[in-house]
């Protein structure tokens, strides 16, 4: 792209925003500047769980004596009728996926100069089943590690887990319930691809882990798997 032409780009941008303005999806306020999705403000104000720094952070406890699990952390706390509820709700249920790709690359540059999450080979969202995909039109794990890439060194593979099942909604289930509804629903389409290999499993929201725990059952069954887990939101119950 030449230089004058991303210059009358930048300046036809700034002159619909001047018209059409984008709004912070947790306060409503106009966006300004290099805001995007989320204001300044709300932004700082996220209650982050800086879980990435605490080995034995209770997201990790939460797979204990369920499945190995390297590091696992949380971008921020779920808090009922707050305004970051919004944002989860936003992306999940009305067609946003640009606050998973922002927020996605908001906690990859977190915890990118953490040790652990340096050595990641693949980032590997939690697949949805084809039929929910095309009814919701994306995936808002995928475009969560879609941003969380832009600051990671492990490569973004979105073909290597499968949902054989179309599962139940699990947002009024339970732990057990959780597990027996996920169980058998996933697949590996390559565990020979990674073998050995260090992969960091990503979700939106944490509550009972029975769906990351599925996948990582999975993804167990090849040689030498690391796997790590990264969730946007984390919801203790």
Known sequence: MNKGFKFLKNHLNSFIELFYPEFCVTCDTSLVNQEKVICTSCLYKL?????????????????????????????FFFIKE???QKLLHQLKYHNRPDIGIEMGRQFGAEIANEETFKTVDYIVPVPLHPKKEYKRGYNQSKV???????FLDGKLDTKLLKRKQYTETQTKKGRYERWEN???VFACDNAKKIEGKHIL???????????IEGCALI????????????TLAYAAI
């Open 219 to 230: 993804l167990h069954e090849a040689a030498n798997v690391k796997i790590s887990v990264a």
């Open 47 to 75: 209650p982050r769980t800086h879980f990435h720094k605490a080995p034995g952070n209770p997201v990790e406890q939460s797979f204990w004596g369920r499945q190995q699990i390297e590091r696992a952390t949380s971008y």
């Open 144 to 150: 969560i590690g879609q941003g969380m890439a832009e």
């Open 82 to 84: 707050s305004r970051y």
């Open 201 to 211: 499993l990503v979700d939106d929201v944490l509550t009972t882990g029975a769906t």
């Open 182 to 184: 996920v169980r058998e």
